[in-house]
């Protein structure tokens, strides 16, 4: 049995690196290009700034940065409409497979919460069956956030010194959750055996610890694409 999760580690592993490879090559192919891009924005913004200075004298018309427009706009909701699309199909490939992330990621993030009201059903009505399917339902969660985590590197590109926070947590803990959720997978019982025998504390302190960290990612993910405070009430 270790032999075979240490296995799937290693494929899962290297699809995940492959994934990601391709990000910087990505970059480098577009970094002039995106660069004389934005320049010329800049420039034309300016220019039409300073004639609507002349125009309307006494009021003030200040072009938003990427910076600022990511905290007024929220996350990368802002920063998209600054940045300049790449112009090369790699790159546009890239930016389409990055745009996937926000609807990839609710599958691995409803099966895992699925798996825990099953296996709380059980716990409380003492029905083992209940969780029988939980270990098929967790092999869906891994494939769908192994598939998720690079479309959202894909999403936010390379780390940079300018990320804040939020955007940083949300990157790394993004990266660990497949793991976390493909260990998860390793300790629960197959069906035979869940459908009669209570599952083992250890997996169920795993599952909790899963559910906190997955919320955690989520209310992350809404701070970085509506904005700081979404969810006040």
Do not use: C
């Not at 072009?63 to 790159?91: I, L, Q, V, Y």
């Amino acid at each position: 049995m270790k032999t075979n999760i240490l296995k799937w580690l290693a494929v899962f592993g290297t699809l995940f690196v492959v994934s990601m490879a391709a990000l910087p090559v990505s970059a480098h192919k577009n970094h002039a290009e995106a660069s004389a891009a934005a320049e010329s924005v800049t420039s034309s913004a300016s220019a039409g700034s300073d004639v609507a200075m002349r125009d309307m004298p006494g009021m003030e018309m200040t072009w938003p940065t990427a910076t600022e427009s990511r905290g007024s706009m929220g996350g990368s909701m802002g920063m998209d409409m600054n940045k300049p699309k790449p112009t090369t199909f790699f790159g546009r490939l890239i930016a389409w497979l990055g745009a996937w992330h926000p609807a990839l990621i609710h599958f691995p993030i409803a099966l895992t919460l699925v798996v825990a009201f099953l296996e709380l059903a059980g716990a409380v009505r003492k029905r083992p069956v209940y969780t029988a399917a939980n270990k098929i339902l967790l092999a869906l969660a891994v494939l769908g956030a192994f598939v998720a985590a690079p479309a959202g590197w894909m999403d936010a590109g390379l780390p940079t010194a300018q990320d804040e926070l939020v955007l940083t947590l949300h990157r790394w803990t993004g990266t660990a959750i497949p793991f976390l959720l493909l260990a998860l997978w390793h300790f629960k019982r197959p069906a035979e055996v869940a459908a009669t025998t209570s599952s083992s504390r250890g997996y169920e302190m795993l599952l909790a610890l899963a559910v906190v960290v997955i919320l955690t990612q989520a209310f992350m993910g809404g701070e970085i694409t509506h904005g700081a405070g979404h969810m006040n009430f």
